[in-house]
């Protein structure tokens, strides 16, 4: 008993020191923790974030290009079209980047030759079979009332040929003619112009987009112009494209941030005419990355033979990554971006119908920046744009015909002397994913089968998704483009958004990087790509920097205005205001100017903007100081840097990615 009741009393004393000792514990704690401040999550920490500044070196305006403004209209002595020569009409192949650069060419001609245009045939639209009757080809993207209307002073536009005419071009009575990659003038005028006029009416058909060079003489500055108002005023896309493009810029800026469009140009014909097919089996140990190669491969096999491309069949990639002449990849963007200065809350929005290898390829940048943006649009909404299409019967294999219970007997007599093997458990269905694209040939053929109808009719859905998305890049706060000027000799995607944003909105940002100097960063860095060495990010920023500057807006225009006018309508579709400051004009090696031979803006446009200017007279953000320090600051005071608990908002808004 004297035991138990020792034991008892110690048990009791240990349990009292024991409440004592989380007594005086927390005691200290709560003394101890007087000067600390609570933390609270900020709704930066949080995907659903609130307004904040915008520092002007991520979101502009960049200063030295504020002095431009769009300005396209004709001179005085542009005379008004003479004589009446005949019809011209048009059939236009190819992606959205294409018709846009063609329908602009072939006002251009009209003009040219003295013709009325007949409203040009979309062939994506035209093809596609069931497709909404409310919209058929030219109006399936564009509004074509007020494209005839725009143009009324400069080219008579009809929306079809006279009855007679109809008829005779049904029965191909008319000439017809397929000018090559970036005709001349002189082409027409000698070619096109006698046929024209001796049968009133001529037909072009019109493949690679550029039906007319870039660079036209001096003499014809006019229709330069002429291309800008076709472009930036005549295209207008329909309402209902303009309206859903609207409302998804308005949900990229419901929460008071500005948003980067980033178009990724991976696609497969880019990927198959340079020769970038092996860049994907570096990406994933997967055999998905080697069935896009050799997806990729046998595309540049079908362009070999049809005489696009002079080169053989298998290169060398990685070279041709050095060179500068493949996209960059969604997770190289990603790190780009992050050497720039933008924080991961920022969002980003993906341009584009296409991207070859599916959200596969965009886990890379998906992790790095959470907010990117695929698609904002409900499929009601999806629906309306389309409008009401006729159902297409499904292409896929039927099941053989069930047999009766006597040809059953009948087959089971004949199979043999017993005993018998079991009969082959019956065919498993098939599903319509497994016939769809590439899915239901290439692990039973070597031949790609000939477009079904409904992959035509999705070729038309992708044009609607092009133009929307071509709207929703153009309004974006930033553009960084994965793959432009490409060096193909056709107009591209992203050199037509850049070109139009240079147009109406040149202040603002937009990244023109260099892919030769890119790869050549990230070769210096590739067993280190996410832990880059301080020299190399700044390396990386100050060549992103100058390529959103005037500097980067030279350098690109040597490399896309040969190509495609639109991709650099300067100097001829802008003017500057007459109290800019004093620009160094820049000409290319022709003596043409690429940069600072803008005209004056005219008086009445100068007093309105600087109305403007002054009614919209608010406090910016001006450039922040948070740059990355040098190599010889102390440890100290990049330590009393970010412990400063008065740091301004504009340098939260900047991600160190040292930090």
């Known amino acids: 008993m004297l035991l138990k009741s020792k034991f008892k009393l110690a048990t009791a004393i240990g349990i009292v020191l024991s409440m004592l000792s989380l007594l005086v514990h927390l005691f200290l704690a709560n003394y101890s923790a007087g000067g600390i401040t609570k933390y609270n999550m900020h709704m930066d920490d949080a995907l659903p974030f609130g307004p904040r500044p915008r520092p002007r070196r991520l979101w502009g305006p960049l200063v030295p290009l504020d002095h431009l403004h769009p300005f396209a209209k004709p001179s005085k002595s542009y005379a008004a079209p003479s004589k009446h020569n005949g019809f011209i009409y048009a059939k236009i192949y190819g992606g959205f980047e294409k018709i846009q650069s063609s329908i602009c060419d072939l006002v251009a001609v009209a003009r040219l030759l003295n013709a009325t245009l007949v409203i040009p045939e979309i062939q994506a639209t035209t093809r596609a079979k069931g497709i909404s009757p409310k919209f058929k ?58 046929r024209l006029v001796k049968s009133k009416v001529h037909g072009i058909i019109v493949n690679g987009g550029n039906c007319l060079q870039s660079i036209l003489p001096a003499s014809l500055e006019e229709f330069q112009k002429l291309r800008c108002r076709v472009a930036f005023y ?23 941030r500005p948003y980067v469009a980033y178009h990724p140009g991976l696609l497969r014909d880019t990927l198959a005419f340079h020769g970038c097919a092996e860049l994907f089996q570096g990406l994933y140990a997967y055999n998905y990355c080697d069935i896009h190669t050799e997806l990729i491969q046998y595309r540049r096999n079908q362009m070999i033979k049809r005489g696009t491309v002079k080169e053989q069949l298998t290169v060398d990639s990685v070279s041709r990554k050095m060179a500068g002449l493949c996209p960059l990849m969604a997770e190289e963007v990603g790190l780009l971006l992050q050497a720039l200065g933008y924080p991961p809350t920022t969002i980003i929005f993906l341009a584009g119908s296409e991207t070859f290898g599916g959200q596969r390829m965009l886990i890379p940048l998906r992790a790095m920046f959470a907010n990117l943006r695929t698609s904002l649009c409900s499929q009601r909404e999806l ?28 087959e089971w007599k004949r199979a043999g002397p017993r005993p018998r093997p079991l009969p082959p458990p019956p065919a498993r269905p098939f599903y319509a994913h497994e016939k769809e694209g590439w899915y239901g040939w290439i692990g039973e053929n070597d ?10 009719r999705r070729q038309a859905h992708r044009l609607l998704w092009d133009a929307l998305d071509y709207f929703v890049s153009v309004e974006a706060d930033a553009f960084f483009p994965g793959f432009h000027n490409d060096g193909s000799g056709w107009p591209d995607y992203s050199s037509l958004v850049m070109g139009h944003r240079l147009y109406q909105t040149p202040s603002s940002i937009t990244y023109r990087p260099d892919r030769k100097i890119i790869a050549a960063l990230f070769e210096d860095v590739n067993d280190h790509r996410y832990h880059p060495p301080r020299n190399w990010t700044i390396a990386a920023r100050e060549h992103l920097n100058r390529s959103a500057s005037v500097e980067g807006v030279v350098s690109s225009a040597m490399l896309s205005r040969p190509v495609s006018f639109l991709a650099h309508p300067l100097p001829e579709c802008s003017c500057r205001t007459p109290k800019s400051p004093a620009v160094q004009p820049v000409k290319d090696s022709n003596g043409r100017f690429l940069f600072g031979g803008e005209e004056e803006c005219p008086d009445w446009m100068a007093r309105s903007l600087a109305t403007a200017s002054a009614r919209n007279n608010e406090p910016q953000n001006e450039d922040y100081e948070d740059e990355l320090p040098e190599d010889g600051s102390s440890s100290d005071t990049q330590e009393s840097d970010r412990s400063d608990s008065n740091k301004s908002s504009e340098q939260d808004e900047e991600m160190d990615p040292d930090d």
């Open 137 to 194: 080809s030219f109006s399936y993207l564009y509004d074509e009332d007020h494209f005839i209307h725009a143009l009324s002073s400069d080219v008579v536009i009809v929306h079809g040929l006279p009855k007679d005419l109809r008829e005779a071009r049904k029965k191909i009575k008319f000439p017809t003619v397929s000018p090559r990659n970036s005709a001349t003038p002189e082409y027409y005028i000698k070619e096109v112009l006698p």
């Open 234 to 256: 005549a295209l207008r896309l329909r309402p209902q494209i303009q309206a859903l493009g609207s409302q998804i810029v308005g949900r990229l800026r419901a929460s008071g």
């Open 383 to 410: 629906f309306d744009l389309v409008g009401p299409e006729d159902p297409l019967t499904p292409d896929l294999p039927q099941p053989p015909p069930p047999k009766s219970e006597k040809q059953l007997i009948e």
């Open 447 to 456: 031949t790609e089968p000939d477009a079904s109808l409904i992959e035509f």
